[in-house]
């Protein structure tokens, strides 16, 4: 998969432990993938094969990127 891919994704990591389950040391939230990497691979698997976590990707949109359709970007109030 090309770099270019890759930056347009960002894995997330969801916790489905509810306020019953949860491992000793891993926090009972949502994880970014910073965080889920910190962990080692033994871990993150057994996390996943226990259904505590699930893995997300979620599409990254560029902060600083105008609207590409020029007619939605005209239709915009001022303050929106």
Do not use: H
Not at 47 to 69: F, R, T, V
Request: charged share 40%; proline share 8%; hydrophobic share 30%.
């Amino acid at each position: 998969m090309p770099d270019e891919a890759k930056a347009e994704i960002k894995n997330t990591v969801r916790f489905c432990g509810g306020n019953e389950r949860f491992w000793q040391g891993v926090p009972a939230r949502d994880l970014t993938e910073e965080e889920w990497l910190k962990l080692d691979d033994e871990l993150r698997d057994t996390l996943l094969q226990i259904n505590l976590y699930e893995l997300i990707e979620q599409p990254i949109q560029p902060a600083s990127e105008p609207d590409k359709d020029p007619v939605k970007a005209s239709k915009k109030k001022v303050g929106d």
